[in-house]
């Protein structure tokens, strides 16, 4: 249970800074912190069963036959991302403490923070990749809402908007290869997959596999070239762009790469895909980084570029390189998450962020200056901190590659790895220089700058000093975690490897030396650069965006005004053509229409009854115009069918029937209330010609098909039903026990969604009002008695009996006809009389329910029935039962089912009122006049 804790602190912690809120923004951020701090305990204490090499799973059973289990994991990797998830998380939380104002909802922000850290949580410990599928979205869906916090500004929308689009553009491609590789081996359960990696590089969907995988890979970490995302994120506060860059949302995609390497890697597809783009990433980011005058933009730049040199690490497919990529990811999550909280120091102290104008800052912020560049040192890669480690294993594997994979190009890599490293010592310079000294400030909304305040410079220090500790002391500091972590990526044997400062003079220690000159030459020779950069065509990456996406929306508008003409008579006509020419196809090809099994011929009652149906259902159409006779036949074809399904030995549906009939016959009444009494013919001859034709031959072939398939024997899934309704289910009723046990997902799906059509229903109705009509459809006053006596007293008396008949129908469902969908059904007729006979006003005196939360209580219950089977180690909704003895009572049966359809029936009534009761009160003009 405690990797479920570790997911479930945040998630349910949300709702904490929203309680405190109001009680300042210390307490607020104290409350916030205890989540991840509670996490990185429980975290922290399976730290040596972990670096013994130990996985720990936690695996309870959902839904089983769909593959969709709450498996979770932790292994080496999935520690390493916690670590960072949780640790640098608690750090942005104090960070943010100080950095939003006062009159901000920090209290959202928080809620916000912490559903998006229990969503990074969710997909790096997740065993089941379904499940991971989930918490993928969820850090999308997160993740807008904390890029979109200050939704006042249009840069916040649109940026928003643009991480949401492309982050689920890859997450829908994703989903695509996580089944493909799911349905290759036979399951989502990553032990099993992982250990299928050479079976699935041979599958022939492995190429198309791959390919969807990496793109939800690659959108998500902003490789080229879906990059363009990234540095708009920027709109969001500082905080969220230092733990969106450094631990969370671009690090789920190299993630990613890391979990499924031992499954993936190893083809030329991966080389050649992954090493080309991570090397395309780490090019433009690195060379775009030192262009931008914005602070928050170089750093978003060169994030860019330090993801697509882990994915180019990933891509090089040696298990060393693999080892780099893991290294640079710790280092990259401390030195990038010290530089942003710096930068948004800096933007807190001075209002402004354009490097242009905020220089010299050294003089007045000496403190955040010296860390900020320590932290841009270890990003350039200079010795003794962090980055220089990592980026030197990189030089070495980019030497190390197979060579014949690129022929008599291998030379590409390690020199783009050079050209990369001279720019990221460039842009870092930059960040130092312009930033720090290079003059005095211009014309800052906030002067002169000074320090923040004591605490909100703790976290960069506590990052910063991880930086020096690392750089210097690796082998006491990050080796164990480093081992542990990469063991679980590559999935064997690490290869040997030293973390030691010093290797001697070879090839990697010449890049450097090559990097750290070639920055420094060209930064100082960075005005010509400039100047030419400034000659190239302005591309605007939001204004292309938001172009595509109105070109998109254009193209969307004029394809559905070609299919969608507005006409519902064209839309049935093409809908009854397409199935007519399906089932015509389907018959054509049958040697002879009719089987080998005879007809059973009607008695003389059930030959009645159909004559009656078909009779009624023709006089509906021919008084279709006259709203209150059509209304009147069809409910004779709703009571002939009913009767019909009580014929053929089918009283659950029978009884069904009916209760729905009754239901809608009233909503339509109530709603024919308001409509004008007759329909004005609108249809030409011709085309009511056309429309016989057309019900005709769909009459006609779906007879023609009833008769080829009544005519031939076939095999049921009902014998199944049949054989397990009394042991596995516990029921005699077998429709009940299929809608509450056998089929219950389904169910609680159907009573999910009409509970939000009621509340919906609901809301459209509100605050509406309809003038009544001043005569009926002969043209006679309403009488002025709105709620007859006999009517109101009548009711007032069947209300008890129809409750009765309710709470006896629900009660003997599990066995013989009936449940709780019937039960509710007769509940809500029986209520809604009330409001008829008797007005709105008098029955919600006497009766004051919510129905909003009548439904939602129902699906709650229905929800909780399904969770309470785990606690006892069986799948989602799995019923049980059991018989007990009462003196004087005796023998009875009790089953969990009853709870779930107590659900279901709670669900009915509180949809069905929602929808029905307030259709009486759209008459209504005021509070205290009552209209039904």
Sequence with gaps: MMLALLIALPLLGAVVPLLTERYGRSLCAAATALAPLLGLVLLLGQRSAVFAGEVLYLQQPWLPDLGLNLSLRLDGLSFLFALLILGIGLLVILYARYYLGKNERSGRFYAFLLLFMGSMLGVVLSENLLLMMVFWEMTSLS????????????????????????????????????????????????????????????????????????????????????????????????PVSAYLHSATMVKAGVFLLARLYPVLAGSEWWFYLVTLTGLATLLVGAVMALFQHDLKGLLAFSTISHLGLITLLFGLDTPLAAVAAIFHIINHATFKASLFMAAGIIDHETGSRDMRRINGMFKYMPHTAALAMVASLAMAGVPLLNGFLSKEMFFGETLAFEHHLFGSFYWVIPVGATLAGIFSVAYSLRFIHDVFFNGEPINLPKFPPHEPPRYMKVPVEVLVFLCLLVGMLPGYTVAPLLATAASATVGGVLPSYSLAIWHGFNLPLLMSVIALIGGIIVYASRRPLFRWYAGLPDVDAKAVFELGVRQLVAVAERLTGILESGSLQRYLVLMLLAALLAVVVGLWGLPELAGSLALTRPDPVTALGLVLLCLSALLTVIFHRRRMVALMMLSVVGLLVSLAFARFSAPDLALTQL????????????????????????????????????????????????????????????????????????????????????????????????????????ALLQGLRLPPPAVDAEGRDWGRERHQPILATLSRVLLPLALLVSVFIFLRGHNLPGGGFIAGLVTSVALIVQYIASGVRWTQSRLPLDYHRLAGLGVFVAGLTGLGSWLFGYPFLTTSFGHFHLPLVGEFELATAMLFDLGVYLTVVGATLLILANLGQLAQPDPGKEVV
């Excluded at 022939?204 to 080229?224: D, N, R």
């Excluded at 409509?675 to 009511?688: F, H, K, Q």
């Design 143 to 238: 993740s807008f809402l904390l890029i979109g916090f200050w939704g006042h500004r249009s840069d916040a929308r649109r940026g928003a908007r643009m991480a949401l689009t492309v982050t689920g553009a890859g997450g829908l491609a994703l989903l695509a290869g996580i089944l493909l590789l799911g349905s290759i081996v036979g399951s989502f359960e990553l032990s099993e997959v992982l250990a299928s990696g050479h079976f699935i590089r041979n599958h022939t969907l492995y190429p198309l596999t791959l390919c969807l995988i990496l793109l939800g890979v690659f959108t998500k970490s902003a490789q080229f070239p879906f990059h363009f995302w990234l540095p708009h994120a920027m709109a969001a506060p500082t």
């Design 659 to 762: 209760s729905v009939e009754v239901v809608t016959i009233i909503l339509l009444m109530l709603a024919l209330y308001y409509l004008p009494p007759a329909t004005p013919g609108e249809s030409s001859s011709l085309r009511g010609f056309r429309d016989f034709i057309l019900a005709a031959a769909s009459g006609g072939v779906v007879g023609l098909l009833t008769f080829a398939v009544l005519t031939r024997p076939y095999e049921s899934i009902a014998g199944f039903f049949l054989d397990n309704s009394v042991p596995g289910g516990g029921g005699a009723n077998v429709v009940n026990v299929i809608l509450v046990d056998f089929r219950g997902f389904d169910t609680l799906g159907e009573i999910s969604v009409l509970a939000i059509a009621g509340i919906g229903i609901h």
